[in-house]
């Protein structure tokens, strides 16, 4: 009895195991694509920049006038 207990027991065990790692997995895709998202996010902001210094070269213009 012992040794079969023992048996299911390091069974039981593994499939523990398993189950962790592939939650792990799955975890770290997930964390994968919001990284994905964030540096989408970092493009637009880049964007915004551009146009802000393009509005400083107008009022140098408005200056020379």
């Given at each position: 009895?012992?040794?079969?207990?023992?048996?299911?027991?390091?069974?039981?065990?593994?499939?523990?195991?398993?189950?962790?790692?592939?939650?792990?997995?799955?975890?770290?895709?997930?964390?994968?694509?919001?990284k994905?998202?964030?540096?989408?996010?970092?493009?637009?902001?880049?964007?915004k920049?551009?146009?802000?210094?393009?509005?400083?070269?107008?009022?140098?213009?408005?200056?020379?006038?």
């Open positions: 009895m012992d040794e079969d207990e023992k048996e299911k027991y390091n069974s039981y065990k593994n499939e523990k195991k398993e189950k962790k790692k592939k939650e792990k997995k799955e975890k770290q895709k997930k964390k994968k694509k919001k994905k998202k964030k540096k989408k996010k970092k493009k637009k902001k880049k964007k920049k551009k146009k802000k210094k393009k509005k400083k070269k107008k009022k140098k213009k408005k200056k020379k006038k």
